[in-house]
């Protein structure tokens, strides 16, 4: 996959701007303030119609503006397409070769981006919520059928948690909505932790190679696993058992005590929790390592390579780490990197690259 050209219109700090950039390596420089991260996150939100920074979307828009406009033209499956979201103080609306699209199923996917940033690092020590986000996100550019079963879960987990308010205020147990949307939530849940499972699965064996290759230590073994809430036997049965279980409780509380939302990633090394066990440096490898995992199994699955983006990362890796992941760049993976100076990055990809200097949301020569 290839971005091409990227044209933003009252975007962050970018007025107007249309952009070309090389198929290979394109190196972001300047100060901080300027707009590098925010041609990252562009690119990013044209892949899965999402910031990585923010969820509100006001904030992307630039002051004193109603609307922002994202569009890139980009090569997916040998097949040029163009790209838009169009931000709104109040909507959001997606299109594809100017054609509006409805269902967000049928947008991710078109661009698959990796996109590497600073807080990544933090993934392995993180709550919950982070890498529940990290599979979710992930998984998604890949199962269409993931994003749209998901998306109605979340629909329907907010709907039962606004019933179970209605049910505490009237003082009762249960009743035949609730049941209803159990139902639904165990029947969906079933195909969404299969999904989870083997994509967890996948990564984690891909994990476990890479993470020996950089580290260079056949003794250190990193296993990922889901932790689900179920703990017997995955079936819309025993997921539906658990909710009648739970009836009193959430109504009490007026929230869903169990489902996918609740779930965990877990990371390990040798057997233990790497959030407790593993170095800092071990903890900052395994992350390294997930990233490119991630790109190999995205390959796999679409049998084409995904844009990657580095955000300011490669000041925060040491030597080994820093040229290790510049190896793997010369892979033929079109990559985007910000920082504020190429004197410290001392590898042949800064020859070939294209360098892109950026001053107060504009390209300057």
Same mark, same amino acid.
């Given at each position: ?52 920074? *923010? ?229 900052? *490898? ?80």
């Amino acid at each position: 996959m290839i971005v091409k050209s990227l044209s933003l219109s009252n975007f962050r700090n970018y007025n107007r701007l249309f952009i070309e950039f090389n198929q290979d390596i394109n190196i972001l420089i300047g100060d901080n303030g300027q707009g590098k991260t925010n041609l990252i996150e562009a690119i990013y939100l044209l892949s899965v119609g999402k910031s990585f920074k *923010t969820h509100i979307i006001k904030q992307m828009i630039m002051f004193d503006y109603d609307f922002a406009k994202v569009k890139g033209e980009v090569i997916s499956n040998n097949k040029k397409r163009y790209l838009e979201i169009i931000l709104g103080n109040d909507f959001k609306r997606a299109k594809i070769d100017d054609q509006d699209i409805y269902k967000i199923s049928e947008y991710v996917g078109l661009l698959n981006v990796v996109v590497f940033i600073p807080d990544d690092l933090y993934l392995v020590k993180g709550g919950p919520r982070n890498r529940r986000r990290f599979v979710d996100v992930e998984l998604s550019k890949i199962s269409p059928i993931y994003v749209f079963n998901l998306s109605k879960y979340n629909n329907l987990l907010k709907e039962r948690n606004k019933y179970l308010k209605v049910l505490n205020k009237k003082n009762m147990n249960s009743d035949e909505y609730l049941e209803v949307l159990d139902e639904q939530l165990a029947k969906l849940q079933v195909e969404l932790i299969k999904k989870r499972i083997k994509f967890i699965n996948k990564l984690g064996e891909k994990v476990k190679l890479i993470y020996q290759m950089i580290s260079k230590k056949d003794d250190e073994i990193i296993d990922l696993c889901y932790l689900c809430f179920l703990k017997n036997e995955i079936n819309y049965e025993n997921i539906l058992s658990m909710y009648k279980k739970n009836h009193q409780r959430d109504i009490r509380y007026m929230q869903t005590h169990i489902g996918i939302h609740k779930d965990d990633l877990g990371i390990y090394m040798n057997g233990n929790i790497a959030d407790l066990f593993a170095s800092q440096g071990q903890q900052r *490898t395994i992350v390294l390592a997930m990233k490119v995992a991630l790109i190999e199994l995205i390959k796999d699955e679409i049998g084409e390579y995904p844009v990657l983006l580095l955000d300011d990362v490669l000041s925060e890796l040491d030597e080994t780490r820093k040229n290790m992941l510049l190896d793997i760049l010369n892979q033929k993976i079109q990559t985007f990197i910000t920082t504020t100076s190429i004197d410290g990055i001392n590898h042949q990809i800064v020859e070939k690259a294209k360098k892109i200097y950026i001053k107060s949301g504009k390209e300057v020569a």
